[in-house]
Every structure is written in structure tokens, then in C-alpha cells.
């Protein structure tokens, strides 16, 4: 990441601006610089910083997950909605409770990647979400067709398969994302490992994301997810 980085700031300050954290993290050897980028428009510099080496990384992996786990039960409510929603094949409530959490969770900067990590970004997001239902098995970039699925769940209470593909919609277009996401689950037959695992029904979502919004689109072979058995 490139960021600005005050190496004057005293303890009374650090709390005043949350990007203060950033020189936190700096001077106290949990990021180190690698090199420095002129800021536009400016004569300040931002120090380019990465994580150095893997003991420090596994820091920040175990604080990011307390952290998301406070933010889960927090908005314990929404995300069962959002459950609910996703095995009864309800795209609308879907759309809506992502982009709800969505709003609350995250910033338009952490979105600023490549296209491949963005994608990543909100895929990390969606299994911490589906971690919540502990009943559903939930697997990430698992081997399916003849590909990869990026998330597949298995419902063992009604024998449900759901196979959710994600793209990050760069241009603003969602709904050229979606299909892309649908198209791509159909041609790669991501439902294959579902299949084999002993699933009957199968819904299919293709989910594009951009910045804080998302669509949601979906494919489902009959019968209906809504004349199931909820779990």
C-alpha cells in the first residue's frame, strides 16, 4: 500500500485521524518502507509499505478475523436475513442486505487493486459472511467441471447445492458482470462437484460487485427453492 506517513505524531494525536494508524503501524516495524511515490499536485511523498515478513502477517491475519467476527455479531440480524435469502432463491433480498453490510463494512480505498484482488476482496467478504450458518458446507475456490468455483455450498438439510460466482464490475456494469459470473458456471459446470457430493436441487448466483453496490443474478433447477424445506 502507498500511504502518507507522520513520524511526529504524539500519543494525543494518534486517535484523531484513522489514518494516523498507518504511521502507527510504521514506526512500530509492523509495516516497513520499500520505496516512496511523489503525491500528485504536491511536493509530499507517500511511503510505499508492505507487511515484513510472515510472523507480522499472521498478526494481522488473527486481528482482521477478531475483527470481522465483532463485526458479524454485530449484525448478527442482517446476515441471517441474508441466509434465509440465499437458499430461498430471493435475489432481491440478497442485493439489498449485501449492499446494506456492504455500506457498513468497507471503504470505496479498499477497493483500490487490481481487478483479480478486488475480486478476492469481496470474495473474502462473502465467506466470512456464509461462516456464519455453521449447519452449511462451505468451500472456496474448490475444483468443480472443469474448473475452479469460487464459493460452493452444500446444505445437508434439503440436499441444496449452491454454487456463487463473483466478478468485479471495473466499467460500472453490473449486469454485463452478472451474466459473465452466470455464463461462466454453466460452462465450466461448477455444479458438478455439488452433484457428486450427493446435492439434488442447485441454485446458481452470479453476483458482480463495484466499489459499495452489488447485483445479484441466479440460475436454479427446479423445484423452486421457496417450496423446499427452509433451513
Known amino acids: 500500500i502507498e500511504k502518507v506517513v507522520h513520524l511526529e505524531l504524539t500519543y494525543n494525536e494518534i486517535d484523531k485521524n484513522i489514518d494516523n494508524i498507518w504511521s502507527v503501524l510504521f514506526t512500530t516495524g509492523y509495516l516497513t518502507k520499500v520505496g516512496e511515490v511523489k503525491l500528485p499536485d504536491s511536493e509530499n511523498y507517500a511511503l510505499k509499505l508492505v ?18 467476527k465483532e463485526v458479524v455479531a454485530k449484525d448478527n440480524d442482517e446476515i441471517r436475513v441474508l441466509s434465509k435469502a440465499i437458499l430461498e432463491a430471493d435475489t432481491e433480498k440478497i442485493q439489498r442486505q449485501l449492499n446494506i453490510i456492504m455500506d457498513r463494512m468497507i471503504s470505496i480505498l479498499d477497493t483500490k487493486a487490481r481487478d483479480r484482488q478486488k475480486e478476492n476482496f469481496y470474495h473474502g467478504i462473502l465467506l466470512g459472511l456464509l461462516g456464519y450458518k455453521s449447519n452449511w458446507l462451505i468451500k472456496s475456490n474448490a475444483e468443480s467441471g472443469i474448473g475452479y468455483s469460487d464459493i460452493l455450498v452444500e446444505v ?19 449486469d454485463a458482470a452478472c451474466d459473465k459470473a452466470l455464463k461462466q458456471i454453466e460452462e465450466k459446470d461448477y455444479v458438478a462437484k455439488l452433484k457428486q457430493d450427493g446435492m439434488d436441487n442447485f441454485i446458481k448466483y452470479g453476483i458482480a460487485c463495484f466499489k459499495k453496490v452489488c447485483k445479484v443474478c441466479l440460475l436454479y433447477t427446479s423445484p423452486s427453492p421457496r417450496d423446499r424445506t427452509r433451513s
Open 156 to 174: 445437508p438439510t434439503n440436499r441444496t447445492g449452491i454454487v456463487i460466482e463473483l466478478k468485479y464490475a471495473e466499467d460500472g456494469d453490473l
Open 51 to 68: 507487511i515484513p515478513n510472515k510472523e507480522v502477517r499472521e498478526v494481522f491475519i488473527l486481528q482482521i478475523q477478531e475483527w470481522f
